[in-house]
């Protein structure tokens, strides 16, 4: 795969592949460099592209200049961050952007088991041929609207994905922004869920 041509003058644009067509670039990009490397991602049936650019060291430190402060931060589960700089303390709340989309997805999920869903290894649809007298399988294909319903809960996760991702660099451009030493305890995010709880309390006598 390969790019064709870059149509962008540094705000919004779009890029040119092959095989692929094109992806539109959204934003304005901070600063210019050497392309070196570029990712082509498919998800929930939408491409993204990250290029990886050289830029000048000392066009990349002047580009952006933080403050002096020192803040110390610890993630957590009610509170997505609770921070202190020695001074004051704050928490940040969790934004739960899943548990707001949870109803409209059970709804999805409860509209998506009434339609007729793509089966390729079902014993229950064998089918005998008689030339052959041997059993063959015979493949069902998903109804049009078991499709449409499909691809709205992919519509779904993929807003809740972009939300979580667009509340992440907010927040870290935030405290970035204000302090220049940022300090924070070495944590397995994965491990305080609660279903991760829920493993210890079962495995702990």
Known sequence: MQIRKVHSTGDNGYLELSKIGQIQMRGKARLWGHPKAL??????????????????????????????????????????????????????????????????????????????SPNFNSSAS?????????????KVKASRRWKKTQKLVSKLSRKVANQRQNFVHQETTLIISGNSTVVTEKLQVKNMSAKALNMVALFTP
């Open 126 to 138: 064998l089918t005998v041929d008689p030339e052959r007298s041997s059993r063959v399988k015979k």
């Open 39 to 116: 990712d082509i991602v498919n998800r929930n049936g939408k491409w993204y592209a990250s290029i990886i650019l050289e830029i000048d060291d000392t066009l990349l430190k002047n580009s952006r200049k933080t403050d002096n402060g020192v803040m110390a931060i610890d993630l957590g589960c009610n509170d997505a961050i609770a921070w202190t700089n020695g001074e004051e303390n704050g928490l940040v709340a969790a934004p739960r952007f899943f548990r707001k989309a949870e109803q409209k997805n059970q709804e999805l999920g409860k509209s998506k088991r009434r339609k007729r």
